[in-house]
């Protein structure tokens, strides 16, 4: 498609329960970036994919969260045992890579995630 | 290491006005630099980008922004400011262009009729 797609549009899941938020890149886009926003300002960086190989994931928490782009489906953050703290609106961001002409990062609409 | 400082949290002028929303950087190596603009509930939005063409990047809606190396700011302008522009506005730096990018805190703007 032409433009990034999240589901859910929000999640709400009870302290402990298990949460997966999933994104669809642009077609042709090689590069998928997972950013959590807290607090209405604050992005953090999560993980990063090329095609289905992690790219980066110097920013996922190492306990709780995993993440996977696999052929043919849409790309997936997990979240395990959610905590109050993990609240928040995560964002799928996809790129073309490979050059500053192609490095603009499309931002979906984003999951708002509410842990009770 | 790359980092992003914003200077103001909420910025307010009169439509009409000229807006100035600062941010300032810091990389060891040449960097990409963005401006984003998020409206309420919605996702990032890009202005414009710096790649390391020329220092003054025009975007979209009318804004601007000037790289300035031996400042390390990348600051953006609207010379007349619309109320549509109420907006919460993100600078953010990259290392590559494949990299991931580092936001700063993000500045509120908002328009005084």
């Known amino acids: 498609g032409e433009e990034v797609a999240q589901t859910p549009k929000h999640l709400v899941r009870g302290e402990g329960q298990k949460a997966k938020l999933y994104c669809a890149p642009i077609?042709?886009?090689?590069?998928v970036f997972w950013y959590q926003q807290v607090l209405k300002n604050e992005f953090k960086f999560l993980i990063s994919?090329?095609?289905?190989?992690?790219?980066?994931e110097t920013g996922m928490p190492k306990e709780r969260f995993s993440a996977k782009c696999l052929p043919n489906s849409p790309c997936s953050l997990e979240i395990q045992a959610t905590k109050l703290e993990d609240s928040a609106v995560y964002f799928c961001?996809?790129?073309?890579?490979?050059?500053?002409?192609?490095?603009?990062?499309?931002f979906g609409p984003g999951t708002r995630l509410t842990v009770l | 290491a790359q980092s992003v400082t914003q200077l103001g949290s909420h910025v307010s002028v009169s439509e009409g006005a000229l807006v100035l929303l600062r941010c300032n950087y810091s990389s060891s190596v040449p960097p990409y630099l963005f401006w984003y603009v998020q409206y309420p509930n919605q996702g990032l939005q890009l202005l414009l980008k710096y790649t390391s063409a020329a220092t003054l990047v025009k975007g979209i809606n009318g804004f601007e922004a000037e790289f300035k190396k031996s400042e390390t700011s990348f600051h953006l302008t609207k010379p007349s400011a619309h109320m549509s522009d109420a907006a919460e506005y993100f600078c953010?730096?990259?290392?590559?262009?494949?990299?991931?990018?580092?936001f700063g805190s993000g500045t509120r703007l908002s328009i005084r009729p």
């Open positions: 077609k042709g886009h090689s590069y």
């Open positions: 961001a996809s790129s073309q890579g490979s050059g500053p002409l192609q490095n603009e990062q499309f």
């Open positions: 953010a730096v990259g290392q590559s262009s494949a990299s991931k990018i580092i």
């Open positions: 994919f090329q095609n289905e190989n992690v790219f980066d």
